[in-house]
């Protein structure tokens, strides 16, 4: 997209975008009487003592979460849907010779088939493991793991470099555990000892159906559940990981191999096809620590981990007892499900992760209005109006520092619905009957295509998600901010509902991926996308005793008995909240033009535009789900996100909160930071 200079760009924005949400308003909304569900209130409970149990405590109580699922709100509500839509257009596409989504679909529907060929199309990968007789073996093997999707110790990744964002670099980084996070190895509570002990069984019976016996499966999952316990010691925790300035450590193929003594890494980025002398690690002193595990660890017990991990990794175009493990251990026991999903939900899931750009033009063609394009570009514009309003107001930034910050505005490049330019799978040979060689052949094409951009200029046009991905997206590198056709449909947005619940939902929501360009990692990035320093020594200590402040906000919510929130964690996800928030109700107030706002159904517009955000968050958890997400998500738990509010002057004078009340925050405690 072009750039356009800073002043030209903002003053765009004022004359035009007044009326987007407005002047789309036509016909009855989806949720009636004007957006926003009434029934799903909870009126008993004051909005300053729980403004999500308020807003949101009627539809909490009356929603399960399904027996297929670990958690159920408006999000996955609005998956289900894109599931039954792409749903349709595989069961045409199907019928199609020259269709390679079609040919994905029909093949993972085929559980028979899969069952009657056993262990058969994993044999040759079994085989090659177990051929591993060197250490160099080892890291071969590795290698061609890493390019069909299983993991490794090391992770890889082509990505757009922080510090040359029109290059693309090959980051390298900590990986080698199979539970979801190194505190699942490492914390002594309750819950983490379970996870453990089912964990060991789970690598115990994938071992028994590869054949090996019952009483040596047992050994060998001891000492597999030792190995990955050391990796664990030796990783970075995840506030760190997220840390930009922290994980870029620059190095030369030589110095890795020094820092990596113990794992053959030439051999390793050889055979992933690494053509590139230099390539940035991650976490530099991870990827030293795993080396050392992987030295000191013998050679059957890393033969077994990779054994397991293709197994984990190829569970579901296995036989059924394949597939059935892996749901016990990864969505029963760490998220709580009840149930698989139906088999056409994951065959949905299996063809587009196969061939993203195939059934997300189909499903553009389909099912996204041009309307809802322009609708949502205009919006953009307005918000990211109000945000340059709010930066010029700002009382704790110097002149200089805003001048940065509004050129970096400035430079955004907003991506609304589906790409310009669709990939081209040619080439990739996809079957209606081999639904294994159809995983890893796609795996093997998406990596290589990956491991392609090296030595290219940065394609800015390019999309990493596709247009049915329920969700809104910031690139730091890029200056881009990502809104799939997807999420622009109701509870997000409604081109027949009341505009202040337009703003609070899908206008809150770009917003907060606006902010995210300005949060605690996104403000270390300068209008060009380099990671580098642009604001002043006295403006960044303003930004990060305002960010502090959050954290500790957040750090003292507890959702679990025995577990809080981790404001560290979560601290760009509830900057970008916040600013989200405050940016889009700006941006709805000047969408007004000095006009009050209707009372609607006894609501005032203040009051609405608070419950479109809060009745976005609509969000029932189980238990094993949430713990999960409190130990490994940068994103708040929903009702946490939804107090978000009591930072907000507007959300006192609209709900008439008082002092004593739990959510109440005197102005001076209040955190306000864009």
Request: glycine fraction near 6%; include cysteine; hydrophobic fraction near 45%.
């Amino acid at each position: 997209m072009t750039r356009i200079h800073a002043a030209v760009f903002i003053a765009s924005l004022a004359c035009c975008a007044m009326f987007s949400l407005h002047a789309q308003t036509h016909g009855k909304p989806a949720i009636e009487p004007f957006g926003f569900d009434i029934a799903g209130m909870d009126r008993t409970v004051a909005p300053g003592i729980d403004f999500y149990r308020y807003a949101n405590g009627a539809w909490a109580r009356s929603t399960p979460v399904p027996a297929d699922k670990p958690n159920y709100g408006m999000f996955t509500r609005l998956d289900d849907l894109n599931h039954e839509r792409v749903k349709d257009i595989l069961e045409s596409a199907r019928k199609d010779p020259h269709s390679k989504a079609g040919a994905a679909y029909t093949a993972f529907l085929d559980e028979a088939a899969l069952d009657t060929r056993g262990l058969a199309p994993a044999r040759p990968w079994l085989d090659r493991i177990d051929a591993v007789a060197t250490r160099g073996d080892y890291a071969r093997v590795a290698a061609q793991a890493v390019r069909e999707g299983v993991a490794t110790p090391f992770d890889v990744v082509v990505t757009q470099d922080d510090r040359d964002p029109d290059a693309y670099v090959l980051k390298l980084g900590q990986a080698g555990l199979g539970l979801p996070d190194r505190d699942y190895y490492l914390r002594p509570d309750a819950a983490m000892v379970q996870a453990r002990i089912a964990y060991r069984d789970h690598v115990a019976r994938l071992l028994v159906l590869s054949g090996v016996t019952t009483q040596d499966a047992s050994r060998r999952a001891d000492a597999l559940l030792r190995m990955e316990t050391d990796i664990a010691k030796v990783s970075w925790n995840r506030v760190d990981s997220r840390d930009a300035g922290k994980t870029y450590n620059r190095r030369t193929r030589a110095q890795l191999a020094s820092l990596a003594a113990g794992f053959d890494m030439n051999t390793f980025l050889e055979g992933i096809g690494a053509r590139t002398n230099e390539l940035v690690v991650v976490q530099p002193g991870a990827v030293i620590g795993i080396a050392r595990v992987v030295r000191a660890t013998p050679l059957p017990v890393l033969k077994d981990a990779m054994r397991v991990a293709v197994l984990d990794a190829y569970g579901d175009v296995l036989p059924h007892a394949f597939a059935e493990e892996r749901f016990a251990f990864h969505d029963r026991l760490l998220s709580g499900a009840e149930q698989p999903e139906p088999r056409w939900k994951r065959a949905v899931a299996f063809a587009v992760d196969a061939v993203p750009d195939e059934v997300g033009k189909a499903y553009v063609a389909r099912y996204f209005p041009t309307d809802h394009k322009v609708a949502a570009e205009a919006l953009v514009r307005n918000l990211l109006a109000a945000m340059d309003r709010r930066i010029q107001a700002l009382d704790w930034m110097t002149p200089r520092t805003k001048a940065r910050a509004r050129a970096k505005l400035a430079a955004f490049h907003p991506k609304v619905g589906y790409p310009d330019r669709w990939r081209d799978y040619a080439g990739l040979d996809m079957r209606a009957d081999d639904a294994f060689g159809d995983q890893l052949r796609a795996r093997s094409f998406a990596f290589d295509r990956e491991m392609n951009k090296l030595g290219r200029p940065f394609d800015r046009d390019e999309w990493r998600v596709t247009p049915m991905t329920v969700d809104a997206f910031a690139n730091f590198s890029a200056v881009e901010i990502v809104i799939p056709a997807a999420i622009l449909q109701p509870p997000f947005f409604d081109a027949g509902a009341d505009a202040a619940i337009n703003y609070g939902g899908i206008g809150a929501s770009i917003a907060h991926e606006i902010t995210h360009q300005f949060d605690d990692q996104g403000s270390k990035y300068d209008e060009h996308g380099r990671l580098a320093t642009w604001w002043t020594p006295s403006d960044l200590k303003g930004f990060e005793d305002r960010t502090k402040a959050l954290a500790r906000q957040y750090d003292a919510y507890r959702p679990l008995p025995d577990l809080n929130v981790n404001g560290a964690l979560t601290l760009g996800e509830n900057i970008a909240d916040l600013g989200g928030l405050v940016i889009a109700y700006d941006a709805w107030r000047l969408s007004l033009q000095g006009k009050p706002a209707p009372t609607l159904e006894g609501f005032s517009g203040d009051q609405r535009f608070f419950l479109g955000w809060a009745q976005i968050w609509r969000l029932n958890y189980r238990d094993a789900d949430l713990r999960k997400r409190l130990l490994t998500n940068p994103h708040a738990p929903a009702a946490q996100r939804v107090w978000t509010s009591r930072n907000i002057d507007a959300w006192y004078e609209a709900f008439d909160v008082k002092p004593g009340q739990a959510l109440y925050l005197a102005p001076e405690q209040r955190v306000r930071i864009w």
